[in-house]
């Protein structure tokens, strides 16, 4: 039996998904494994950012975004999905068009939510490896809490950013996602503990 199949069948307590991938035999290729792992959460949230549909009234869209840094978060853990949003957002800070829309830079109304994502990776990362993905209801916690995450720092910012009122900023930046985000975490609900039992039958 393999060294993966072997973590597969029984994960050791605090694993995340990307543990059960391989690290390969030596130090070198255990960094790259985690460099690719890093890179890798960053471009996929990137991807998912262009997945964009505009609110009406909002100034922020309804995007892939934040689903996917949450996945990322869940999956890699606490450590590398704080590392992978971090670079994320420096790197469309420095001027990636890979934010929403296409965008890039720290100007726009919605860069709180990148702020967000940045702590809410860490946190649900930190869920996921006290087993926070490993059962439905579970999941669902795991992902609410990185939503609530998100919100409590990306409402905020819109309503500085554009002068609009805390209630005001909740109807435009909260409301209008809350049925997304039910259906985002329905999603997870099932495909994370799901994966998780894939892995345990692997033989």
Same mark, same amino acid.
């Given at each position: 039996?393999?060294?993966l199949?072997?973590?597969?069948?029984?994960?050791?307590?605090g694993?995340?998904?990307?543990?059960?991938?391989?690290?390969?035999?030596?130090?070198?290729?255990?960094?790259?494994?985690?460099?690719?792992?890093?890179?890798?959460?960053?471009?996929?949230?990137?991807?998912?950012?262009?997945?964009?549909?505009?609110?009406?009234?909002?100034?922020?869209?309804?995007?892939?975004?934040?689903?996917?840094a949450?996945?990322?978060?869940?999956?890699?853990?606490?450590?590398?999905?704080?590392?992978?949003?971090?670079?994320?957002?420096?790197?469309?800070?420095?001027?990636?068009?890979?934010?929403?829309?296409?965008?890039?830079?720290?100007?726009m109304?919605?860069?709180?939510?990148v702020?967000?994502? =940045? =702590?809410?990776?860490?946190?649900?990362?930190?869920?996921?490896?006290?087993?926070?993905?490993?059962?439905?209801?579970?999941?669902?916690?795991?992902?609410?809490?990185?939503?609530?995450?998100?919100?409590?720092?990306?409402?905020?910012?819109?309503?500085?950013?554009?002068?609009?009122?805390?209630?005001?900023?909740?109807?435009?930046?909260?409301?209008?996602?809350?049925?997304?985000d039910?259906?985002?975490?329905?999603?997870?609900?099932?495909?994370?503990?799901?994966?998780?039992?894939?892995?345990?039958?692997?033989?």
């Amino acid at each position: 039996m393999s060294a993966l199949t072997s973590a597969a069948v029984t994960p050791r307590p605090g694993a995340v998904l990307a543990d059960l991938l391989p690290a390969g035999g030596s130090t070198a290729r255990a960094r790259a494994r985690e460099i690719a792992l890093v890179a890798g959460g960053a471009a996929l949230t990137g991807l998912a950012a262009q997945i964009s549909v505009p609110v009406p009234g909002s100034p922020v869209p309804v995007t892939g975004q934040t689903f996917a840094a949450l996945l990322v978060g869940v999956g890699l853990g606490a450590r590398r999905g704080f590392l992978s949003l971090a670079l994320y957002a420096l790197a469309g800070m420095a001027g990636m068009p890979w934010f929403a829309e296409g965008t890039s830079g720290f100007g726009m109304p919605s860069f709180g939510y990148v702020l967000g994502m =940045l =702590l809410a990776a860490t946190v649900v990362g930190s869920l996921a490896r006290r087993g926070g993905d490993r059962g439905a209801l579970r999941t669902a916690g795991t992902m609410a809490a990185g939503m609530a995450v998100t919100y409590a720092i990306g409402v905020p910012y819109l309503a500085l950013a554009t002068g609009m009122s805390l209630s005001e900023a909740v109807a435009a930046g909260l409301v209008p996602f809350l049925v997304g985000d039910a259906l985002k975490a329905a999603l997870a609900m099932g495909a994370l503990p799901a994966a998780w039992k894939l892995a345990g039958r692997r033989d």
